[in-house]
């Protein structure tokens, strides 16, 4: 039986049901041995990030609408790197929207993944094992409407990148556990 990775997820969800859900589907996942950190909000979480290493997970999974702070902001937050916190820290998304502009705001904020609400445990394991083992490039844009930092997928590539505006390769980031 091959031995399970433990990895440190940071749930963020203002509903303490919806994060029991979260939790109890990724301790099924048979790979993985995961330690759990909570937050209510985009708020918590980035006081829970700034604690210290101790306090830094493998991967952190938000919800999009809560207050005071929602999953964009939080996102977006994470990704600029201010006050210490790790920019290149893996994060999925979860939402019950799946209009295509919602979607599409989720990636640029700079998302890993996303996952639709109800969630399921196939959909969850589909979602956090690729994010947590690939290697992931990522890339800083300078756009007219501000900058974008996160994952340099196929999707950024299409929908994100000008043609013109100044990029670079920013970091190559290493696969939390072993695929």
């Known amino acids: 039986m091959k031995a399970r990775t433990q990895v440190k997820v940071l749930v963020v969800d203002d509903e303490a049901v919806m994060r029991r859900h979260i939790i109890r589907m990724l301790r099924n996942i048979p790979v993985l041995d995961v330690e759990i950190a909570e937050a209510r909000d985009g708020s918590a979480a980035l006081l829970h990030l ?18 005071p702070m929602g999953g964009l ?33 989720v990636l640029r904020a700079g998302a890993d993944g996303l996952v639709t609400k109800p969630v399921s445990q196939e959909m969850l394991r589909r979602q956090v094992l690729p994010v947590l083992t ?28 000008v043609p013109g505006c100044p990029h670079r ?6 696969g939390r556990i072993a695929a």
Do not use: C, W
């Not at 290493?53 to 991967?59: M, Y």
């Not at 006050?83 to 939402?95: C, K």
């Not at 501000?146 to 929908?159: A, C, L, N, T």
């Open 73 to 105: 902001d939080f996102i977006r937050a994470v990704r600029s790197g201010d006050d210490g916190i790790d920019r290149f820290l893996p994060m999925v998304a979860m939402t019950s929207d799946t209009e295509t502009d919602t979607v599409t705001r």
């Open 134 to 161: 690939r290697e992931s490039p990522f890339i800083e844009i300078v756009l007219p409407e501000g900058k974008y930092f996160g994952p340099f997928s196929p999707f950024v590539k299409q929908h994100v990148l």
């Open 169 to 174: 390769i920013v970091h190559k980031r290493q």
């Open 50 to 67: 700034r604690g210290g290493l101790e306090n830094k997970p493998d991967l952190i999974i938000t919800d999009l609408r809560m207050e």
